[in-house]
């Protein structure tokens, strides 16, 4: 009983949100109100709005009450959406068969992405799955609404890989609350209990600079774009301050340049003009550091763009400057000594875990796939050790 009543309460909010009675920005009844109105305890009030609140419907606000949310009726039709796909969802054996399921990527290119998709696919099509594909550009805007709209025409589970940022997507995060079959790719959200597949970022970071090291290199630099809440960046970073302290070196805070923009889109041509601005921006990096003798570059677009700031400035790879990096070119993959990553291990797992959940099944939150350490010409000994 008490259930049926915490359910009514809930749709006696949410349609009087739903037919404009409520608007953003309104306040809802208090618990003792919605009590009283229902005959009912507070107990069961608080529970009805306590789950609107995590819907992110309401907001609740100690001493003032409670208050339509800007978005409300977006997230109420969202909501409503993944509810009638879960409950849509078969558990038979074979349930899995004709399943469409959406992809929602920031972009992908020939460096890191293209394989993982073409692998994504090819396991769903052995698995008789639809993709249904979105490219998001790098903006969580256009990300949440590829979710909407991907759960308003059927799919019955995600692939997603998170756009770079300093926020978590907040629909994102209702779909795990409300166990939607979802499966993170290269990325994780820390705190937030959605599976994910990615590589060890941290140990490839450290191997990279570790070899730097023991070539000889102390002088080292990390160049990425912003780190914050993109746990592959921060890996990464970590990965690197990690090698130093394992030789008894510290980090130069000197030496970390975090702030490149131009390849945040991974597209596989990026914009022009922002890469020009990046090149400027590490040209003059060099110069303030002409003390620096290796690069650890946290994607391979950003090794190219290294490489180009060095050219400008009449120094040889790896003569006068070492690079190493994640991921490579298809067309030229020994360009850089590089991370190799296991993309197309990445979209089978992603697949296979998003089978399991569709049949509810308890899958790991976090998978970690292997990856290989590929050498290139673009390391060597620093100057000063050769003339040793």
Known sequence: MVDLLHEKIYQFVINEIKTGKLRPGDKVLSEKELAEKFGVSRITTKHALARMAELGVINRTRGKGS???????????????TRSAVDAQSLSPDSFRGFLFGLVLPGFGEPFGLRMVHAIEKKASELGMYMLLKDSYG??????RAVEDFIRIGAKGLIVFPV????????????????????????????????????DNQEAA??????????????????????????SIEERLSGYSQAFARHGLSVNEKFLMTDVQSTLKLKHLYEYEESAEDIAKLERFIKDAPEITAFVACEYEIA???RQAAF???????????IVCFD????????????????????????????QLLHRC?????TKVPYEIAYASSVGFPIAHNSI
């Open 67 to 81: 208050f339509v949310t800007e978005n409300a009726n977006k997230l109420i039709e969202l909501n409503a959406a």
């Open 304 to 306: 190219c763009l290294i």
């Open 206 to 231: 450290e191997k990279l600079t570790s070899l730097l090291i023991d070539y000889g290199h102390k002088n080292i630099a990390f160049v990425s774009p912003p780190p914050e809440n993109t746990s």
């Open 328 to 355: 490579h070119s298809i067309q030229n993959p020994l360009v850089f000594t590089h991370v190799h990553q296991a993309e197309n291990l990445i979209g089978e797992t992603a697949v296979a875990i998003l089978e």
């Open 164 to 199: 770079h940022g300093e926020y978590y997507s907040e629909y994102l995060l209702k779909l795990s609350l409300q166990r939607f079959p979802l499966v993170l790719v290269d990325r994780f959200l820390k705190g937030i209990p959605i599976p994910a597949v990615v590589t």
């Open 362 to 366: 308890e899958v790991p939150f976090l």
């Open 312 to 322: 400008n400035l009449d120094k040889k790879i790896p003569e006068d400057i070492s």
């Open 139 to 144: 903006s969580r805007e256009v990300e949440e």
